[in-house]
């Protein structure tokens, strides 16, 4: 079974400063992984994908995460953190080793300080 | 135009009613599902549909059943409620599986009272 780990449950940045957030997943076979983010009272919208192929993956917003084999990670970052940045993100993980379900970690809440 | 729209937004009732929450997706896609999002934003996978037919069932009391009368929609109804129910359900949708991107609504609130 795979599994999402996503360090931190909150995380705070000043806006301007850069924004990190870890994902680590475990897989017996590369899997395909994604960044979802959720506003208040939303749903999820995707931010960012990795199937295969360039492992530096840009998103939306200006986010882009990076796809490490051998750390088994897929962090997220944005150099300039905005206002409108806060919310919760996720990272999910799919792929055949997952029964083809998209596999959820615990979500991560960012708080941008002006 | 909404891609996923559920309805209803909000849902209130008391223990033991049941009651049913709607989907459907103007995406043209053949795959959807239902997610339960808890109150500490723990998203899991409930049930999923690929072409009307059920792929994924995991392990959800059988007071859940969803249905899928064709590929835009995607209902689910829950009966004889609990408080433990109260959550926000997610219905989404994608073209195919593994590595497609999932369309989410803006989910259903579910209040037991």
């Known amino acids: 079974a795979q599994s999402v780990t996503q360090l931190g449950s909150h995380v705070s940045v000043s806006e301007g400063a850069l924004v990190l957030l870890r994902c680590n997943y475990s897989?017996?076979?590369?899997?395909?992984l994604f960044w979802y983010v959720q506003y208040p009272n939303q749903g999820l919208q995707l931010l960012l994908k990795y199937t295969t192929g360039a492992t530096l993956v840009k998103g939306i917003n200006g986010f882009e995460a990076e796809f490490k084999k051998s750390e088994t990670s897929f962090h997220l970052t944005k150099p300039s953190a905005h206002m409108s940045d806060a919310a919760e993100y996720f990272c999910a993980v799919s792929g055949p080793a997952a029964g083809n379900k998209l596999t959820f970690g615990g979500g991560t809440r960012v708080l941008v300080k002006p | 135009d909404t891609a996923v729209s559920q309805t209803p937004k909000y849902l209130v009732t008391q223990m033991g009613n049941d009651k049913s929450i709607k989907c459907e997706q103007n995406l043209g896609h053949d795959t959807m599902y239902w997610y339960k999002q808890d109150s500490k934003k723990f998203l899991k996978i409930m049930f999923s549909?690929?072409?009307?037919?059920?792929?994924i069932n995991e392990t959800v009391p059988n007071r859940f059943s969803p249905k899928s009368p064709d590929k835009a929609h995607l209902n689910l109804h829950i009966n004889s409620l609990e408080l433990g129910d109260s959550a926000v359900y997610f219905c989404a949708s994608s073209q195919g599986l593994l590595n497609q991107p999932q369309h989410f609504g803006d989910g259903t609130r579910l209040s037991i009272l």
């Open positions: 549909y690929n072409n009307k037919e059920l792929i």
């Open positions: 897989s017996s076979v590369p899997p395909y």
